[in-house]
């Protein structure tokens, strides 16, 4: 298939102001890379607070945001025949890939943990000419990055969560699992119902946990977190204070507390809160804060009752495949497709950032047909 020369993107030339619609030429290939037409290119929350410049990173301007995209490969390198889990591939197919590590890096080698890579090229936050952002409609993923085969039973709408939230909470359960994990009957709290949120609730519910209680301020995402198995749900402005509130989850509990409590709000107030959650040798899962903000805290909460702390960011390639596997086994359970509330064009990447900015869309997406 021939490459076009130039490909239409989103590009945010300055933070705080809109993204403008820009032709970008399309880069000059190196062996390896794989150039794809975006299929589907959700927005995530971290692309309202980067467009805002209210994030902890900064990468210059201009870059093309994006990062949980479906693209369908254009062409194939000859060398390659398989996706990193092994399955064939070959131009038409879809896929999704995460961020390129490196493989040398003492991340890579020495702890096996590629999120940390020291030298990680990601997608969504690099430069505009580089044409690594899913708001356009070609993107180059470059030599070397790993990526997965969308099965054709799944819809790229029923994918797209296994890009960011999905591959996340996987990995941040796999964590979990090293510190004993999710066990049957174990109450488990879920403070924030986005997408990151909605992931840690499903997976909880298919970890054999008796109690899942979704916290959130809106009726819709706390309606979408019945829908992805939360036996609770708690709108935390029907209460007067954060005393009363604790209270009630923790009743919800038995009156211990949480065995698990999983914050995926990314308000601090809210982390700070949950640490009157977790019952005796309870376990506190973070993975929604991703902002700068500081919080008082009293870290004898933790101590004293021996709550067990786990932080964890992002997800590297086995996160994606095993989050396709486990959408692919659960799609006649759970709705994952609707985790997409409203699709907008391309050129509209705007209106569906202020729209997730404003909550009217709990995921946007872009399509480009
Ligand atoms: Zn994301
Ligand atoms: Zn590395």
């Not at 180059?140 to 296994?162: L, W, Y």
Request: include cysteine; hydrophobic fraction near 40%; aromatic fraction near 8%.
């Amino acid at each position: 298939m021939n490459i076009p020369k130039t490909s239409k993107a989103m590009v945010l030339t300055e933070y705080k102001k809109p993204m403008e619609l820009l032709d970008i030429p399309i880069p000059e290939l190196n062996f390896g890379d794989i150039p794809v037409r975006v299929d589907l290119a959700a927005v995530c929350g971290t692309d309202v607070h980067l467009a805002r410049d209210e994030l902890s990173m900064h990468p210059p301007c201009p870059i093309i945001m994006g990062h949980e995209t479906v693209g369908e490969i254009l062409q194939l390198p000859d060398t390659i025949k398989f996706d990193t889990a092994g399955t064939p591939v070959k131009p038409g197919d879809r896929i999704m890939w995460s961020h390129f590590f490196d493989g040398t890096c003492y991340s890579c080698k020495v702890l096996h943990e590629p999120v940390m890579c020291e030298h990680s090229r990601g997608y969504g936050f690099s430069p505009a000419k580089e044409l690594r952002g899913g708001f356009a409609e070609y993107e180059i993923i470059i030599a070397g990055t790993d990526f997965v085969r969308v099965p054709d039973n799944i819809t790229s709408e029923e994918a797209v969560g296994a890009c960011c939230a999905g591959r996340t909470v996987v990995n941040a359960f796999d964590r979990l699992a090293d510190c004993g994990g999710i066990r049957h009957g174990d109450s488990v709290v879920v403070t924030g119902v986005g997408p990151v949120g909605l992931f840690s609730i499903v997976m909880a519910a298919q970890s054999g946990a008796g109690k899942i209680i979704a916290v959130d301020i809106s009726p819709i995402r706390l309606d979408f977190a019945k829908k992805w198995g939360a036996t609770d749900v708690v709108n935390s402005a029907d209460f007067k204070d954060s005393a009363e509130r604790v209270k009630y989850i923790r009743d919800l509990c038995g009156g211990r507390g949480a065995d698990i409590v999983i914050e995926c709000s990314g308000l601090p107030s809210v982390f700070a809160e949950n640490l009157d959650l977790p019952a005796y040798y309870g376990k506190y899962l973070i993975i929604g804060q991703t902002g700068e903000s500081a919080v008082p805290i009293v870290p004898n909460k933790i101590q004293r009752k021996g709550v067990v702390a786990i932080g964890s960011h992002s997800g590297d390639i086995r996160h994606y495949i095993k989050c396709l596997k486990f959408i692919e086994a659960n799609k006649s359970k759970y709705p994952f497709g609707e985790i997409i509330s409203k699709k907008y064009k391309l050129e509209d990447a705007n209106l569906a950032l202020e729209d997730m900015r404003k909550g009217t869309a709990l995921k946007a997406a872009l399509v480009n047909k």
